[in-house]
């Protein structure tokens, strides 16, 4: 008869895999791939001010960009990667994107438009009208949110508002409509606010962004386009994986030779640690790229590290006489600083690697920050609750299951 932590055991590792088997098909439809893999086009622009404008910002840059995200984003069609780079320059990655006569890049060189328009849809005031980024987010005096918005020429402004009292100003972005505010008077003055009634503060705060997007003086150049096939990406994509499915089970095989009963486990948790990553990756709404599946790979190879370095922890201790217990809480307590001192050092390594890098670099981290988080959930405590429910079973408390020799036992 089986005891009850073997069938807890059991238990526990059916549960888990029957979970990943049922849901790694939908898992892997729902990964996005980078253009690297999918294939598409990559497009460097180069930002310029308008004649009159101010010099380009990394303020500006950077809202330019998010721009041209939310611009992509509405329409459904592709889903971007996006990056300020340097000083003036926006590189625009497009999955799925076939031809240069593809819609997306042709809304792309057109400059993000920010209208006011009468009731009648005449556009009274347009972006270049705003001073750049001057939109801000205030409170009344009933601590509800308002938009503050500054305009270069107090003249005009009055104008356009003495024209429309007690009509709505409507405000777009493009053509997607974003307010419509009541003038209630008219504004001789080059500030005014934009009453949000009952809305939220994130809502006013989206308001605030979008009129500040429209208010850049900047337009976009392509200084190069380029093409990324489609097969190429899915043939680098296959062999990537193939390559990285070989060498994970040739490393499994090898744990389970080696560390018997402890490399039994850590195949169990490496698997479950391949399919959580994925999940965590899915979430967060990461793209995967060639140097994400090289980092995902990476991350393989530092679970396996940890593994191997609680198992050896553990044939020490067995080695020096302790009970089969004993040697498991030593070898996991003696093994934890330096696993979670690796995976730390990792994550720090990463981040820095994200906030300084761009495009590529910014995925590769991203996934080894992921990698590390999920590595110390399942091949830490994962691996060492599955251990303690197989020692504390009684039945696995030969020194061979660990992979130690009779003969290699010290006494006490």
């Known amino acids: 008869m089986f005891g009850k932590r073997i069938l807890a055991f059991l238990a526990v590792v059916i549960v888990t895999f029957g979970v990943m088997a049922a849901t790694t098909p939908w898992l892997l439809q729902e990964v996005k791939l980078g253009l690297d893999l999918k294939g598409g086009y990559e497009v460097l622009y180069q930002a310029k001010p308008f004649e009159g404008g101010s010099a380009v910002t990394p303020e500006s840059l950077k809202e330019t960009a998010k721009g041209l995200q939310k611009r992509i984003d509405d329409s459904g ?19 799925g994107v076939e031809s240069e006569d593809d819609e997306v890049l042709k809304m792309l060189s057109q400059p993000i438009n920010l209208t006011f328009r009468a009731p009648d849809g005449t556009i009274k005031l347009t972006g270049t009208d705003f001073v750049e ?17 500054k305009l270069k020429s107090a003249e005009k402004f009055g104008k356009v508002t003495t024209d429309l009292v007690g009509q709505a100003m409507s405000i777009y972005l493009d053509e997607t409509l974003i307010s419509s505010p009541m003038v209630n008077q008219p504004i001789n003055s080059d500030s005014a606010i934009i009453e949000m009634g009952n809305s939220s503060v994130d809502e006013a705060r989206d308001l605030r962004d979008k009129i500040n997007m429209g208010s850049l003086p900047l337009r976009l150049e392509a200084l190069y386009t380029q093409s990324v096939g489609a097969k190429l990406g899915l043939q680098s994509l296959e062999d990537t994986v193939t390559a990285g499915v070989i060498g994970s089970l040739i490393v499994l095989v090898f744990m389970i030779v080696i560390f018997r009963v402890p490399g039994f486990v850590a195949a169990i948790t490496i698997i479950c640690y391949a399919w959580l990553l994925i999940l965590v990756q ?16 990476l991350g393989v190879g530092m679970a396996v590290d940890a593994n191997i370095i609680t198992a050896e922890r553990i044939k020490e201790e067995i080695r020096s006489g302790k009970s089969m217990l004993s040697s498991l809480r030593s070898g996991s307590k003696n093994s934890f600083r330096t696993i979670m001192d690796a995976n730390i050092t990792g994550i720090i390594a990463a981040a820095v690697l994200y906030f300084i890098g761009d495009g590529a670099i910014k995925g590769f981290a991203l996934t080894l920050i992921f990698s590390n988080i999920v590595s110390i959930i399942t091949n830490i405590y994962f691996a060492r609750f599955l251990l303690d429910l197989l020692v504390r079973s009684n039945r696995f408390l030969k020194p061979g299951y660990y992979g130690v020799k009779e003969s290699e036992i010290r006494e006490l």
């Open 133 to 149: 980024n001057g939109a801000g987010l205030a409170f009344d005096d009933l601590n509800r949110p308002i938009v503050t918005i």
């Open 282 to 297: 899915n979430l967060m709404g990461a793209t995967l790229t060639l140097p994400g599946i090289a980092a995902f790979v």
């Open 77 to 95: 069609l592709v889903e971007p990667e996006i990056t300020p780079e340097g000083k003036d320059r926006i590189r625009v990655k497009l999955p």
